[in-house]
């Protein structure tokens, strides 16, 4: 896995910001998709909100204080600020990956609302590497999907980052250990979960 990573490191270093041309990534995850269950990823942002987006369009802030980001399980943001992602996938089965935008006119939409154009989307064949600019993620939305169906077709995606954070997992789950803070904060967001749910399943 760190040989991938740094043979996809030197074929993107002209491209990449100087602080992550200083080493090469440091940690790697692994996506698998299967053309038989139509796997997908659903559109979304890694680090960054709407509304943070927003902010930056506006004038409000600026993409340098955005040091916080914003990472959906409650855990600290562990990219290094500043940083490139790199993603290798490859695989029998093409996929199609997309930015989305915002409409002009409603900055704030909901992302089922985002714009895809053709511009802003990539066919993944047999071999691609994506390289993502830090304030991808801050203004665009991201998704990939197989346009077809299949029997055996799969994609993996080698997702690499420069990470600032320690996190260890356990082997025969692959879940990460979390400590009693983490633990709190996801008792919580379950709870918002459930009444949110109970909310919705009311109406």
């Known amino acids: 896995m760190y040989t991938l990573g740094v043979a ?3 074929a993107a270093y002209e491209f990449l910001t100087d602080l992550s041309r200083a080493c090469p990534p440091t940690g ?4 698998l998709y299967y053309s038989l269950f139509q796997s ?13 987006m927003v902010a930056v369009i506006n004038g409000e802030r600026r993409i340098s204080q955005l ?6 399980g409650g855990d600290a943001n562990s990219q290094v600020t500043g940083s490139n992602v790199l993603i290798w996938t490859e695989g029998p089965a093409d996929m199609q990956f997309c930015l989305s935008f915002p409409p002009r006119d409603d900055l704030g939409a909901n992302r089922d609302e985002y714009v895809i154009h053709p511009t802003f989307c990539v066919a ?9 600019s ?4 801050l203004f665009f939305c991201h998704e990939a999907f197989f346009l077809r169906d299949g029997v055996g077709g799969y994609r993996l ?3 690499f980052r420069w990470l600032s954070q320690e996190r260890n997992f356990y082997c025969c789950t692959n879940t990460m250990k979390l400590s009693a803070e983490l633990e709190q904060k996801e008792a919580e ?4 979960r459930a009444a949110k749910s109970k909310r919705q399943w009311w109406k």
């Open 124 to 132: 993944l064949g047999a071999g691609t590497l994506l390289i993502f």
């Open 189 to 192: 967001l379950k709870r918002k």
């Open 157 to 159: 995606a080698f997702v």
């Open 134 to 137: 830090p304030v991808d993620d």
């Open 40 to 52: 997908a990823i659903g559109r979304h942002r890694d680090n960054y909100t709407s509304q943070q």
């Open 8 to 10: 996809v490191w030197r």
């Open 28 to 31: 790697c995850q692994l996506l």
């Open 67 to 72: 040091l916080e980001g914003s990472h959906h």
